[in-house]
Structures are given as structure tokens and as C-alpha cells.
């Protein structure tokens, strides 16, 4: 059969790392299909054709078709490969002729949104898988088949490597996720660190967004992808919803609650005058999708109930935040200019901070791990004291690390467009770190203190900071420019 010749194999950016797994799959003795699983937009089909590009593939594409319509156009793809039009009157006889069509060389076969052949209740899913089941331990040790399954709704992928799931066992694993700034920047090499970061906390690390937002300034990237309504991602989060889910109103008002910020759940019920056990229910389909997650303070028992919900994908906090509520004003006259200036622009850099707070947490683990082998973000009460006498009531720290149980690290992340003053030292010594005591954690006598800011720091901290070996502050520019490559 004839090499597969992908047409975007030129376009193709990064995932180096899926590449080199998925080809050492294909070289290797391995005998199991590569189950792809991510979310919409997140590069599946780019990496799968960019992988089959050069190998004998045949590439099919499940839609939503009738079952007896798609498995037409299947037998159709398959001909060139097994030399005549196969009948294919079920999902098994599709399995069947793929496996073997690879009987006399070694063939890859990708099946795209697997799931939407598996039909639409529990009980047909099931018997379709079975039948699939009972193909591959039927063909699979005459075949030289390399089969790649690859599937956006999350959930249902996720189920075939369940204990009761008739493909437990027989499947190997390959998630694709958003891209991390580090590999994000291939995106944005003619940008200042910072301005990439930016662009990378609007986009998310999705290759998509990531493209259409490289271009221009980051004002008229904006205004002309997302809030124009002839812009391609004008309706995005609405099309990401609308196709994963079927009644989306009130994921759409969870989403515009979680936009803002990470919430309690009480905090995103009451507004929407729904209980907390049903909004819990939309929330945990949420995380099936892996639009949400629920997370908890550093040092947090796993059943606890403070923890926080947080919409992590940053271009639909974006979307909930400055175009969803803004749609009906946008197509009625509202300039997208006026917009950005009035609403995105002033809150640009708090939409910015909690993707660059997850970047510290994960420069920490890098290279400090001699210091902390544990950080995360700390929320609780106040010191003891504070709270008796009513002055302060919480407090929160970006980053708290620990080794062997002991806090030994405290960090604090800003991206503000001012340099960071030597009061931050004064507020972490007498307000958060006598917090962390007296919630029960066994902290050292000095903790390192790590601070990270977009605009630097202030001469005086940088005189407290050369006085001793305590305090650190970290380059931020330099920092992203180094581990992005961007030099």
C-alpha cells in the first residue's frame, strides 16, 4: 500500500515527545492500540496525520452519521488497502478487515472519534465493544497491525480502560494535552517572553488559539479572533459546550461563575439559585471533560472540604469571561475595540496570574527540588491571634514547599506591571507563615522565601534580598525566555 502523504506535515509544530512515543510504538513489538485521548482543539488529528505521514496508513474518520452510512464510506477508505470494497455490516466486521488487511506488511490503521461508532446507549456500547474485543484476540497474532483509536470526549475514552470495560488490558494509553509554555512558544518566537506568556495565557496551550493569537499585537490579535463576530473563535466556547454536551445553559452559567476565579461551591451555587449537590453533579461532567478541576490547599486531606473549583482551560475563562456576556452588545453595535479597552485590558493581568502562578509552582519543582520535593498553593485561616481580634481572617500563599513533611519554601507570584516592594517579606514573616504554624504545619525556623514578578523588583528588595541567602528572586524574563527557548 502507498505511503500516507499528510498536506499540513509543513505546518506541523512541536509535540516532539508524542511523536517519538507514538514512533517508537510503530517501531517496537507492542501489540496493543494506542487508545488517543484529549479534549477538542487540543491537536489529535494534527499529530495522528503529522505520525502517519510516510508510513502505509489509512486514515478513517467516524462522524455523526448513521451507523450503516458511515460504515459505507469506511469500506470505501479501506479498498485501496485490501484490494476490493469489504462489506461492513457491523463495527466487528470494520475490525475484522482492518486486521486483516496488515496480514501480509505491517499497516496503520487511525480510527477518529472512535466513541461516536459505539452507538448512543450503555448497552449498545457495550456489545460494540465486545464484538471489537473478540476480533482483536481472533486476528491480532496473524495481523502486523499498528491501530491507533482516538477520541475528544474524554469521559467515554477514558471508560475503555475501566475494570469492567470489555477493552480493560488491551489498550496503551496516549493523552494529549494543552501544550505548556515551554513548548507553547515554538508559536511566538518573534516575541518578548513576557508578551508570549501572555498570549499563551489567553490561548491556553491549545495549537489552534495558540496560531490565530501569534500575530499582530495582542489588542488587535484579540479584537479580530475572539471579539469580532466574524472572528473564528467568536462562538468557540459555545461550540465546544454545544457538541460535548446536551442541555449546556447551565454549564454556560457555571463557566461565566468559575471565569472570574476559583470558587467554593457555594459560591458558584448561590448565584445561580441552584443547590450545591446539583451544581456538584455539572461540575463533575466538567471535570470528565477535563474543563475543570477541583483543587485543594498544600497539605489537604484528599476528602476535604475546602477545596476550590477552577475552570482550567485559560482561553474559555477568557471566552466566559470578556465575550460571552458581552455577545448581545458585540452584535449590536459594540466595537471590539471599545471592549478590550474597557473590560479585557484593565483585567488582562489578572486573567494572566493564575497561569503564571502555575508556571512558578512548576519552575519550583524544577529546580528547587533539593529545597521542597512537595509545592503547592496554601489557602486557610489567619494566625490565631489575628482572627481573635478580628483583623485578619485568611490568608493565601502562592506556593508553599515541604520536605519530610516540613515547610521550607514560600513563594509569591505577581504579574503586575510594578516592581515588587520589600513589604512582601514583612507581610509573609508576620501574617502568612505564623498562619501556616498555627493551622498545624511544622515549619522551619526560616523558610526560603522565592519570589517571582513579571516587572522585577524594587531597590530596596533587592537590597534585603543581597543582605543574606534567604530570599530569592527570581528573573522572571529571563526565566521564561531560557526555558522556552526563545533566545
Not at 182 to 203: G, P, T
Request: charged share 25%.
Amino acid at each position: 500500500m502507498d505511503s500516507y502523504s499528510s498536506p499540513i506535515v509543513g505546518e506541523f509544530l512541536n509535540r516532539e515527545s508524542e511523536l517519538e512515543r507514538l514512533n517508537a510504538w510503530w517501531e517496537g513489538p507492542e501489540r496493543r492500540p494506542v487508545a488517543m485521548i484529549g479534549r477538542r482543539r487540543v491537536g489529535k488529528s494534527w499529530l495522528f496525520r503529522r505520525f502517519a505521514n510516510g508510513k502505509p496508513a489509512v486514515l478513517l474518520v467516524a462522524e455523526q452519521l448513521p451507523p450503516g452510512v458511515q460504515l459505507t464510506r469506511f469500506a470505501e477508505l479501506l479498498e485501496p488497502a485490501v484490494g476490493v470494497r469489504p462489506d461492513l455490516p457491523d463495527i466487528g466486521a470494520l475490525f475484522r478487515v482492518a486486521f486483516r488487511a496488515a496480514r501480509s506488511e505491517k499497516l496503520l490503521v487511525v480510527i477518529d472519534e472512535f466513541p461516536l461508532l459505539l452507538g448512543p446507549s450503555g448497552s449498545e456500547a457495550r456489545r460494540a465493544l465486545t464484538a471489537v474485543q473478540a476480533v482483536m484476540e481472533e486476528e491480532r497474532d496473524q495481523s502486523s497491525i499498528k491501530l491507533v483509536l482516538c477520541g475528544s470526549h474524554v469521559a467515554q475514552m477514558d471508560a475503555l480502560f475501566g475494570e469492567r470495560n470489555p477493552m480493560h488490558g488491551r489498550l496503551v494509553r496516549a493523552d494529549v494535552r494543552p501544550l505548556a509554555f515551554a513548548d507553547a512558544a515554538v508559536f511566538f518566537r518573534h516575541l518578548h517572553a513576557v508578551a508570549a506568556f501572555e498570549r499563551y495565557a489567553i490561548s491556553g496551550g491549545m495549537p489552534l488559539y495558540l496560531g490565530r493569537l501569534a500575530d499582530d499585537s495582542v489588542r488587535a490579535a484579540v479584537c479580530r479572533e475572539i471579539l469580532d463576530r466574524s472572528g473564528p473563535l467568536w462562538n468557540e466556547g459555545r461550540s465546544i459546550l454545544e457538541q460535548e454536551l446536551r442541555e449546556p445553559r447551565v454549564y454556560f452559567g457555571i463557566l461565566e461563575q468559575l471565569a472570574s476565579g476559583e470558587k467554593e461551591l457555594n459560591e458558584i451555587a448561590q448565584p445561580m439559585r441552584m443547590n450545591g449537590g446539583a451544581v456538584a453533579k455539572y461540575l463533575n461532567t466538567l471535570v470528565e471533560l477535563r474543563l475543570v478541576g477541583r483543587h485543594l490547599p498544600f497539605g489537604s486531606h484528599p476528602n476535604a472540604r475546602n477545596g476550590h473549583w477552577r475552570l482550567e482551560d485559560p482561553f474559555l475563562r477568557f471566552w466566559f469571561r470578556f465575550v460571552f456576556p458581552y455577545q448581545s452588545g458585540l452584535e449590536s453595535g459594540l466595537r471590539p475595540g471599545d471592549l478590550y479597552d474597557s473590560e479585557v485590558a484593565p483585567a488582562l493581568a489578572d486573567h494572566v496570574a493564575p497561569v503564571f502562578e502555575d508556571w512558578c509552582r512548576g519552575w519550583l519543582r524544577a529546580n528547587r527540588g533539593s529545597v521542597a520535593t512537595r509545592v503547592d498553593a496554601w489557602w486557610g485561616n489567619a494566625a490565631n491571634q489575628l482572627r481573635r481580634d478580628n483583623e485578619r481572617s485568611s490568608e493565601e500563599i502562592d506556593a508553599v514547599g515541604a520536605t519530610r513533611n516540613r515547610v521550607t519554601l514560600v513563594a509569591e507570584c505577581k504579574w503586575t506591571n510594578r516592581p515588587l516592594r520589600s513589604s512582601i517579606i514583612a507581610d509573609l514573616d508576620t501574617y502568612k507563615i505564623p498562619a501556616l504554624r498555627d493551622a498545624g504545619f511544622r515549619v522551619v525556623d526560616e523558610p526560603r522565601i522565592v519570589l517571582f514578578s513579571k516587572a522585577g523588583y524594587s531597590e530596596g528588595l533587592r537590597t534585603l534580598a543581597a543582605s543574606g541567602e534567604r530570599i530569592e528572586l527570581v528573573d522572571v524574563p529571563s526565566e521564561l525566555t531560557a526555558r522556552a527557548n526563545l533566545e
